[in-house]
Every structure is written in C-alpha cells, then in structure tokens.
T-cell receptor, first 109, second 114 residues
C-alpha cells in the first residue's frame, strides 16, 4: 500500500485559511486521495477525495499536484470546530483505507 | 439516520476473558471494516469484509476473529483478551471498493483489558 507523509501538527488562527500538506510520492495511477478528520473523542469523518483534478465541497477544497505526488487540503476559513486530526489516505481500487498518523490541527481564537 | 451502530460503547474485561463487539449498518453497504486506535495514534485496520461472506486480514489481525453475519452486521471477537488489546475500536462501512467510496464510521467502543 502506498504511504503518505504529513506534518505531525499545525496551528492556525480562527477565520484564516489553512493549507494542510500531504506527500504521496509512491501513489499509483488508480489510487484515490482521501481526506478524513477526527474530532476529539469521535470516529473519523469523511472530508473530501479526488483522483486527478482539484475538488471542492462545502467542507474544504483539495488541490492535487499535476504529478499527483502531493496534495493539499484547504480549509478556507478555519473555525474552532475545525480543530481535529486530519488524515490523508490513499485508497486503491478494491482496496482498504490505511490510516497514517495524520496532522493535528489546532485553531487559535 | 442510524448509520453505523456499535455496541457496547464501553467495556472492561479481565485478561483471558472473551467478548464480541457488534457492528451494524443500515446503508446497504457492501464493505465493512474494524479498526483499533491506541492513545495518540492513528487508526490501524484489524479486519475487513469486502462483501457478505468474505473477510480479510488487515494490518493487525492477531488475537481477533471476525464474522460477517449478513450484509448489515460485522462482529469482532476477542477470544482471550490481553492488556495489549486495550484500545478504542471503530467499525466502518462503505460501498464496494472502487476507490472513491466514502467510509462511514461508528462512534467507537472503548475497551479496557485489566
């Protein structure tokens, strides 16, 4: 299974944009890039996913590098409720989701 | 909107005891998963079931067994609990694995083995 590398932690100020990076240099052509987040004492929740093109939804945007070896999750205006651990995961066809350590995002008021 | 339901929410066992963690989903998903999460760490896959009647090992299957009872239910059994199995256990489900499907998680079972 291809692996991802994320910073252990990041800090943000409330109402400012946050860019969470993820490196996945061994990604294969059929791997989807998924992002999940886990709020304290809760199960993970889906944030966004993409294959090749940038993606937007109501929660976030996903920017995928042209060579697909890295991606960035963008929270446009961080709120205190966005404080969580964010996981970048590669999911192959027919495959399972293998979580890494994730990035712990803290948001300062 | 029940989604993925796990029971029990909390459990304390003594070393050597057995128990079964239950998981049910009402979204008609084909695939189901069991993960464990130790303090300060990410989730690790124990077992998964790509479809009814099939199960496969994940990253950390030792000490566990699973049963995909039907499409809705996927149980995780600890035959002889050990302190190293103290963890929070999450069940999840998704549509068949074409790669783009979302996983939906339950709220977890906190298990302590003394």
């Amino acid at each position: 299974d291809a692996k991802t590398t994320q910073p252990n932690s990041m800090e943000s100020n409330e109402e400012e944009p946050v860019h969470l990076p993820c490196n996945h240099s061994t990604i294969s052509g059929t791997d989807y890039i998924h992002w999940y987040r886990q709020l304290p004492s809760q199960g993970p929740e889906y944030v966004i996913h993409g294959l090749t093109s940038n993606v937007n939804n109501r929660m976030a945007s996903l920017a995928i590098a042209e060579d697909r070896k890295s991606s960035t999750l963008i929270l446009h205006r961080a709120t205190l409720r966005d404080a969580a651990v964010y996981y970048c995961i590669l999911r192959p066809l027919g495959g399972k989701l293998i979580f890494g350590q994730g990035t712990e995002l803290s948001v300062k008021p | 909107n029940a989604g993925v339901t796990q029971t029990p929410k909390f459990q304390v066992l003594k070393t050597g005891q057995s128990m079964t963690l239950q998981c049910a989903q009402d979204m008609n998903h084909n695939s189901m998963y069991w993960y464990r999460q130790d303090p300060g760490m990410g989730l690790r896959l124990i077992y998964y079931s790509a479809s009814e009647g099939t199960t496969d090992k994940g990253e950390v299957p030792n000490g566990y067994n699973v049963s995909r009872l039907n499409k809705r239910e996927f149980s995780l059994r600890l035959e002889s609990a050990a302190p190293s199995q103290t963890s929070v256990y999450f069940c999840a489900s998704s549509d068949a694995g074409l790669g783009k499907e979302k996983l939906f998680f339950g709220s977890g079972t906190q298990l302590s083995v003394l």
